[in-house]
Every structure is written in structure tokens, then in C-alpha cells.
């Protein structure tokens, strides 16, 4: 069995190699149906939430100075994650997730002193999803939002075509996980398994992950 985490995260701006998670959610889920209780986070950055970021998010700098540390936050995290699954492997989903999400939270532990390929091992953290890379190469066009001609593949736009209305709080790590799940359900032709799904002990390892050259190339 394999364990679905939709994942999320928010940051001080909008670069994995600079920038620091401010707030992370996940929720959990087998075969599209949701188990356990969700898990969120706010997060002291320990440095500016970046302007852009505020308008995004709605969040400030002084909104999150009392959070806890990311440290604590992972070591929670972990926790709540090998509860959820027990002996299972997972795979971590993340709308632009090979652009972002999953780039900056192995960047966070890194810089955290984790040793990333054996803590995700301890974790189950066995294979990565890329929800926007699946959606362009296979979202039935005719029920998408088109904008200058163009489907729109943002989640905000794809959760209303999809879901059929607007995301609540959308920008709020916690909510657009549960907006990423909702899309995944309204989807019957997308299936998490072992053969659709990129193993992320090889996408990290390889030396050109930060442009996620690899799972570009997959074939779903």
C-alpha cells in the first residue's frame, strides 16, 4: 500500500536555493481517500517574509516570529508522518513540487545538519508526484479554465474548473493541500502507484535536480 502525503509549502519568497519555509501542511490519504488528521505548521523563518510573499500569502514577518523553529517543526512532522503510514512507503505530491516544494524542504533539512536520503528513508518518503506536470500532459482540456487561449494549470483555477468553486483561504499551506486532494479526487484517470509515480532517492541524487530535468522527461 502506498501512502499519498499531498504536501504544501509556504515560504519567504520564491526560491528554493534562498529562500525559508514559513508554514507546512500535508494531508494524508490511500487511494484518494483521506486517513488520519491533517498536519500544519507555521514556522519562525528566522528571516523577512519577502514582500511578494506577504501579498501572496496574507502572512507577515511578526505574524510568525513566535512560531517555533523548523527543526522542531520537521522532528513533528516526522513523527506524525510514520504514524500515518506505520511499515508503508510514501509518495509526496506537490502541485510544481519539482519546482519548488520538495526542492526547498531537502534544501531546509540539509541546512538543518539531516542527513536527507537516510532521514527519507527512516520516513518512507519512497517516491515524488508532480500534480502540474501530470496535468499538462494529461487534463481533459474541454473542463479547464482558459485564459489568452491558454488552459490555466494554477491550482486557484484548477480546483475551480475541477471542484467547482473557489479555494477557501487559498495560499494557506493547510488549504491548498486540501484544494490539491479535492483536484486529485476530481480526477478518476490519475493514479498514485509504484510505475506513475518518480522514486526520490534518484531524483535527488541526480546532479541536475535543481531544474527537475528528470522528471520533466518522465513518461506517466
Known sequence: ??????????????????????????????????????????????????????????????????????????????????????TNSCVFIAHSGTRFDFLILWKEMHRLGYDVEETMRRIGWAYIF????????????????????KPSFRLSNLHLALCGHHIANAHDALADCWALFHVCQALPDLIFSTTTCFDAQRFLSNKRFHSSWDVHNRTY
Open 130 to 149: 508532480d500534480t502540474y506536470l501530470w496535468l499538462k500532459k494529461f487534463a481533459p482540456r474541454q473542463k479547464l479554465i482558459w485564459i489568452k487561449r
Open 1 to 86: 500500500m502506498l501512502v499519498e502525503i499531498f504536501l504544501d509549502i509556504e515560504a519567504t519568497g520564491p526560491d528554493p536555493e534562498k529562500d525559508r519555509i514559513f508554514q507546512l501542511a500535508a494531508v494524508a490519504s490511500v487511494e484518494k481517500t483521506r486517513v488520519g488528521t491533517p498536519f500544519s505548521a507555521f514556522v519562525n523563518p528566522q528571516m523577512p517574509i519577502s514582500p511578494i510573499a506577504q501579498k501572496i500569502t496574507g502572512k507577515s514577518t511578526e505574524d510568525v516570529q513566535t512560531a517555533p523553529l523548523l527543526g522542531v517543526v520537521l522532528e513533528t512532522f516526522f513523527i506524525w508522518l510514520n504514524s500515518i503510514r506505520s
